[in-house]
């Protein structure tokens, strides 16, 4: 499967051109990125709809991502359902422009959906602020007649110029002093099963979807969940005092 981009909403929401190469089609934003699967994170401000179509509102430092979940990807869509804003979200979806010329605007189709920490937010923002002064430094190098096949695609779609990087590189900057000092660690893996149960804690007697609910804001997707929650009863972790509920052992 193709990495998914890193890209700030700023950047994402100004793009307005479609290039296909290689027989996939990718949205080009004006810092030069190719996007075909995109991963974001950020806070989670709105979200509205039901059933199996849900939007939603993610800022960033930069401004703010449209992001869809429909019956393609059920399992974003009955994840974002357990989640009430204000959180902190990490999404990955595909990259798609809707409409075209001045009303084109960039929308994130989710595929996955977790709730995480500001940590994971501000290490994110650390990283796509490195990938996107990459990009810019691939733009001026195609501004001087070098850079490379997409770089200088880019900058022939968006008659790119050097006030433009100018105010680009600005957009980095802004993101990277909102964001705290964070550093990458090791963190040992832990199973779905032993985070829901921690996420259990000593609820006593509660619903299953109220279960799911406490998985979900745990950072487990909502299918996630409800896996975990099977292994916990098949492991005699818990059980089931009455239909729909669970209680730990």
Do not use: N
């Not at 096949?149 to 900058?155: K, L, P, Q, S």
Request: hydrophobic share 40%.
């Amino acid at each position: 499967m193709e990495p998914a981009e890193r890209v700030f909403a700023e950047d994402f929401a100004a793009a307005r051109h479609v290039t296909d190469s290689d027989g996939a089609s990718y949205v080009v934003t004006p810092t030069g990125a190719w996007c075909r699967r995109i991963f974001i994170v950020g806070a989670l401000t709105e979200r509205r709809g039901r059933g199996d179509l849900m939007q939603a509102r993610v800022a960033d430092p930069t401004g703010t991502f449209l992001v869809t979940a429909g019956r393609r990807d059920p399992d974003a869509v009955e994840t974002l359902g357990y989640i009430e804003p204000p959180a902190f979200v990490a999404v990955t979806g595909r990259a798609v422009l809707r409409g075209s010329g001045p009303r084109a605007h960039a929308v994130v189709e989710a595929e996955a959906l977790r709730v995480v920490d500001r940590t994971a937010r501000d290490l994110w923002v650390q990283r796509t602020a490195g990938a996107t002064l990459d990009r810019l430094e691939a733009l001026g190098r195609g501004l001087r007649g070098g850079g490379d096949e997409r770089a200088v695609t880019t900058i022939g779609r968006y008659e790119t110029t050097d006030a433009d990087l100018r105010d680009m590189a600005g957009m980095v900057r802004m993101a990277l002093e909102s964001a705290g000092p964070c550093d990458a660690i090791d963190i040992a893996p832990i199973t779905a099963p032993d985070l829901l149960l921690t996420a259990l804690g000593d609820e006593g007697e509660i619903a299953v979807d109220d279960a799911v609910t406490l998985g979900v804001h745990s950072g487990l997707s909502a299918r996630e969940a409800r896996k975990a929650l099977e292994e916990l009863l098949a492991a005699g972790e818990c059980y089931q005092p009455s239909s729909g509920t669970i209680k730990l052992i």
